[in-house]
């Protein structure tokens, strides 16, 4: 399970996106998941699978804060337990549970540790801003056509900013690219910290961090105003990401205005699509098959530790459970 995607967090959907009548259906790195609330109301994922005939109980219904199988009515809470299973009230509950993910709710996303069997050493690395009392967290999904690695590195990506986004948050750049930029960057205990210079002085007050191992968070913050875009790469397949696009700011705070925050984020991604798409090959490869200046600095980071610790891996060393 989590092929190259393993023993990490992840956002996966946004708070108000997950209701408690229905579950929610999604995918990360190859692996179906479903979300859903439990009796207490806090988010709850499972693998998206019955234990008992394979079905994806994302297609059933919420019960009193357990996930309805859509086959046979069995019945799982959010730790995966079997609470009913209709006809047969000898069954043995415990030997019947589904597969539970560790799964947080902060600051307006919802997070799933990608191990079911390893519980996670850390918690999410959530910029701690976001949960001030004042600032409204909106946003939106699109899915891209490769491989999320090439989608994050996009993302990490200071100089292609002037020539792909050159009519949006790359037109002060436009008239700067025969200067020297350089990229300052600070290791942090959850990412890399950057923010630029040109010929020699900070370019503004934008930084750019990588919170390991999939989420960009750009500060755009200015004359006190708090505004952060954030974008997490989930995997999805082996060419297919599924982004989500946030919004972070304590301004114009009112859900009626989400959709410009919204709109602004996708024209900005859509600009990126086409040209990340056409990437070659799909997955990112060793620094060493591509050639790179030094520019590129960030991207590298990510690409080494990538190939260090998430390449390759996977979970679920233990079979899928079947009832007996």
Request: aromatic share 8%; hydrophobic share 40%.
């Amino acid at each position: 399970m989590f092929e190259g995607f393993a023993r990490v967090w992840t956002p996966v959907v946004l708070s108000e996106q997950l209701g408690t009548q229905k579950p929610l259906g999604t995918e990360i790195a190859g692996t179906p998941v479903v979300l859903f609330r439990d009796k207490q109301g806090r988010a709850s994922a499972l693998v998206d699978r019955c234990p008992h005939r394979g079905v994806k109980l994302s297609l059933g219904l919420v019960k009193d804060g357990c996930v309805e199988c859509p086959f046979h009515g069995w019945q799982f809470d959010g730790q995966g337990h079997a609470c009913l299973v209709p006809w047969n009230p000898d069954a043995k509950l415990s030997n019947l549970d589904a597969i539970a993910l560790p799964t947080r709710e902060i600051a307006g996303q919802v997070w799933v540790f990608t191990d079911p069997f390893e519980p996670p050493s850390e918690e999410p690395h959530v910029l701690e801003v976001l949960s001030r009392k004042g600032v409204r967290v909106s946003g939106m999904f699109i899915e891209w056509e490769t491989h999320w690695t090439r989608a994050m590195e996009n993302m990490l990506d200071w100089p292609h900013l002037p020539f792909v986004h050159r009519s949006t948050i790359g037109r002060a750049m436009r008239d700067k690219s025969a200067s020297r930029m350089d990229i300052v960057s600070e290791e942090r205990p959850w990412g890399l910290h950057t923010h630029i210079q040109i010929d020699g002085k900070k370019d503004g007050e934008a930084t750019l961090d990588l919170r390991w191992p999939n989420q960009m968070n750009l500060d755009l913050s200015n004359n006190g105003r708090l505004m952060i875009m954030m974008v997490a790469c989930v995997p999805v397949g082996p060419t297919r990401t599924r982004m989500l696009l946030t919004m972070a700011r304590d301004f114009m705070t009112s859900p009626m205005f989400d959709w410009a925050f919204n709109w602004s984020n996708k024209k900005i991604a859509s600009e990126d699509k086409l040209v990340v798409e056409s990437s070659f090959p799909a997955e990112i490869p060793r620094a060493g098959d591509e050639k790179s200046v030094r520019t590129d600095a960030p991207t590298l980071h990510f690409r080494k530790r990538y190939f260090a610790e998430l390449h390759g891996s996977r979970a679920g060393k233990r079979s899928l459970p079947v009832a007996g």
